[in-house]
């Protein structure tokens, strides 16, 4: 079996998320909202784009297999973590540990069942729950960004349908861990 490029388009494009991840890091350490907002977006669209390229112009990969989770769990894990640092982001350490322990108990258990030779990759809950992920990381970043430019009534309005969008993240993130769950003992038995 003929062994497969590192260097292609799509495992470039999810490698450039390691980077940008810890660019994003950097801006909310340092306040840089503004910033941290283009670099998250830049980031997100990396995502959409390589699975589009892959899909569309080849190759699909294991190597992109592999690390487009990796890079995308890179992002949001490591965004979660570092917004929760900020107290007025309203993330809490236990929506950080709902995030993250959902992430390592579906990728633990994606590698068993993968190790048995079936494919266990994303399906439209798992999409979901990313859209919502980044959607609640945008907003968190907008409205910090907000705080100084936007119209108090804007960022009041704003705040209360970020706090609809990270509890519906949260749903999300669990539910489709539920789901993957049932899906994998389905697998393997």
Same mark, same amino acid.
């Given at each position: 079996?003929? &062994?497969?490029?590192?260097?292609?388009?799509?495992?470039?494009?999810?490698?450039? &998320?390691?980077?940008? @991840?810890?660019?994003?890091?950097?801006?909310?350490?340092?306040?840089?909202?503004?910033?941290?907002?283009?670099?998250?977006?830049?980031?997100?669209?990396?995502?959409?784009?390589?699975?589009?390229?892959?899909?569309?112009?080849?190759?699909?990969?294991?190597?992109?297999?592999?690390?487009?989770?990796?890079?995308?769990?890179?992002?949001?894990?490591?965004?979660?973590?570092? =917004? @929760?640092?900020?107290?007025?982001?309203?993330?809490?350490?236990?929506?950080?540990?709902?995030?993250?322990?959902?992430?390592?108990?579906?990728?633990?258990? &994606?590698?068993?069942?993968?190790?048995?030779?079936?494919?266990?990759?994303?399906?439209?809950?798992?999409? =979901?729950?990313? @859209?919502?992920?980044?959607?609640?990381?945008?907003?968190?970043?907008?409205?910090?960004?907000?705080?100084?430019?936007?119209?108090?009534?804007?960022?009041?309005?704003?705040? &209360?349908?970020?706090?609809?969008? =990270?509890?519906?993240? =949260?749903?999300?993130?669990?539910?489709?861990?539920?789901?993957?769950?049932?899906?994998?003992?389905?697998?393997?038995?």
């Amino acid at each position: 079996m003929p &062994r497969e490029s590192l260097w292609n388009v799509p495992n470039l494009l999810s490698a450039a &998320r390691i980077p940008l @991840a810890v660019a994003l890091f950097a801006c909310i350490v340092y306040g840089l909202w503004l910033a941290g907002l283009i670099v998250f977006l830049a980031a997100a669209a990396t995502d959409w784009l390589d699975g589009w390229w892959a899909r569309r112009y080849g190759p699909l990969s294991l190597v992109g297999r592999n690390l487009d989770p990796l890079a995308d769990k890179v992002l949001v894990c490591g965004a979660f973590i570092y =917004l @929760a640092t900020v107290p007025e982001t309203g993330i809490l350490p236990w929506m950080v540990t709902v995030v993250v322990s959902r992430e390592l108990v579906v990728t633990g258990i &994606r590698g068993i069942v993968e190790a048995t030779g079936q494919k266990f990759g994303a399906d439209w809950f798992g999409k =979901l729950k990313m @859209a919502l992920q980044c959607a609640a990381i945008i907003g968190v970043l907008l409205i910090q960004w907000g705080r100084t430019t936007f119209d108090p009534a804007l960022l009041d309005a704003l705040e &209360r349908v970020q706090v609809v969008v =990270l509890y519906a993240m =949260l749903a999300a993130t669990i539910g489709s861990g539920m789901q993957y769950l049932v899906k994998a003992a389905k697998m393997l038995t």
